[in-house]
């Protein structure tokens, strides 16, 4: 009897240590969605915090990439992580700006200098002051900056080597007053074109030229009648990684450092990634595209671009203002 009272207890104790283990392996799942198709930006970026996130926990998180808006549309995910519904969703910066105006600095004309004060920004304190001050404001933890995407600008008039070549260039721009602004304060002539009208707009010279991401130039094949393109890397679009609330409370304060470490590697990782891939997309647009490029020295246009930033931070208020002055001093 007493050997079968042993045998109970022994079986007993590993059945618990089975099932305790159990629920420490991959027994929480974390669905994170985007609204493009899993070969896109998103999807890249997707996969990499996801091997990133499995190793870092040793398995103990199960990443869930959901595309295609399965479990959200970009428009209302934020608020869906509000809500507790959605556990984690990559999503465009303006398309935050409903939820948080703040992430409307983004968008403003060389808000980052060049790359290496982008890194400064978003890697460093100021950053930091971002996802704790997005967090405070709505509940949604910002995990990470992804990767930037620059404009660049073409037109078929000229090469620009200076901020005076701009002159009397009649740009389409967006129907977005920070563009137009922006266009105007480098001395084009703006013209606001629905994206519709652009194409034909180009080709027939209606306008003289405008400003895409560096892919989009190539694959619409403007280089065909822009010859010439310019870097002027304006504007930066982002695409966050962000969390609920509701599901970085069920980590472990490990846990919840191992999701933060492999969204934070993953952004570096796919940041490099992209500065990659837009470099050789301009060298085939300036050899097979037959485009000529030009690198203007960017001081007078930053120094413009300083007017809009004012100006707009002006019209937002006292944080906002407060957060571009943060930026601006991370360039110095």
């Known amino acids: 009897m007493k050997n079968f009272g042993l045998k109970s207890v022994t079986t007993s104790l590993i059945a618990l240590a089975v099932s305790a283990s159990g629920a420490l392996a991959a027994d929480l799942t974390m669905n994170v969605g985007f609204g493009a198709p899993e070969e896109s930006l998103y999807g890249r970026f997707g996969k990499i915090f996801e091997a990133k996130a499995e190793e870092y926990t040793g398995g103990s998180i199960d990443v869930k990439l959901r595309c295609c808006n399965q479990i959200s549309s970009e428009?209302?995910?934020?608020?869906?992580?509000?809500?507790?519904?959605?556990?984690?969703?990559?999503?465009?910066?303006?398309?935050?700006?409903?939820?948080?105006?703040?992430?409307?600095?983004?968008?403003?004309?060389y808000v980052f200098q060049n790359g290496e004060h982008l890194q400064r920004v978003v890697d460093g304190p100021v950053?930091?002051?971002?996802?704790?001050?997005l967090q405070a404001d709505t509940s949604v933890h910002l995990l990470s900056f992804g990767p930037?995407?620059?404009?660049?600008?073409?037109?078929?008039?000229?090469?620009?080597?200076?901020m005076a070549d701009m002159q009397g260039l009649k740009i389409r721009v967006p129907?977005?007053?920070?563009?137009?602004?922006?266009?105007?304060?480098?001395?084009?002539?703006?013209?606001?074109?629905?994206?519709?009208?652009?194409p034909t707009a180009l080709q027939t010279g209606t306008v003289d030229g405008g400003d895409n991401g560096t892919s989009f130039i190539k694959d619409m094949k403007f280089y065909?009648?822009?010859?010439?393109?310019?870097?002027?890397?304006?504007?930066?679009?982002?695409?966050?990684?962000?969390a609920s609330d509701a599901f970085m409370k069920k980590l472990s304060d490990e846990q919840r450092e191992q999701i933060q470490r492999a969204a934070t590697d993953a952004g570096i990782?796919?940041?490099?990634?992209?500065?990659?891939?837009?470099?050789?997309?301009?060298?085939?647009?300036?050899?097979?595209?037959?485009?000529?490029?030009?690198?203007?020295?960017l001081t007078d246009f930053i120094t413009a671009a300083k007017t809009v930033q004012d100006e707009f931070a002006a019209k937002r208020g006292a944080d906002f203002v407060d957060l571009v002055q943060q930026i601006q001093a991370a360039a110095e």
Request: glycine share 6%; proline share 7%; net charge negative.
């Open 269 to 297: 990782e796919m940041r490099a990634q992209v500065l990659t891939e837009t470099e050789e997309v301009r060298t085939w647009l300036a050899n097979e595209g037959g485009m000529k490029m030009t690198r203007p020295d």
């Open 224 to 242: 065909e009648f822009e010859p010439h393109l310019v870097i002027l890397e304006h504007f930066v679009a982002m695409a966050p990684l962000f």
């Open 75 to 109: 428009d209302e995910a934020f608020k869906a992580m509000q809500l507790g519904t959605v556990d984690g969703f990559f999503i465009t910066g303006n398309n935050v700006s409903p939820h948080w105006p703040l992430m409307d600095v983004t968008v403003l004309p």
């Open 127 to 133: 950053g930091d002051f971002m996802k704790q001050k």
């Open 175 to 198: 129907k977005n007053e920070v563009m137009l602004a922006t266009f105007a304060a480098f001395g084009a002539n703006p013209v606001p074109l629905a994206w519709s009208e652009t």
């Open 148 to 162: 930037a995407l620059y404009r660049d600008f073409y037109n078929s008039v000229r090469p620009v080597n200076t």
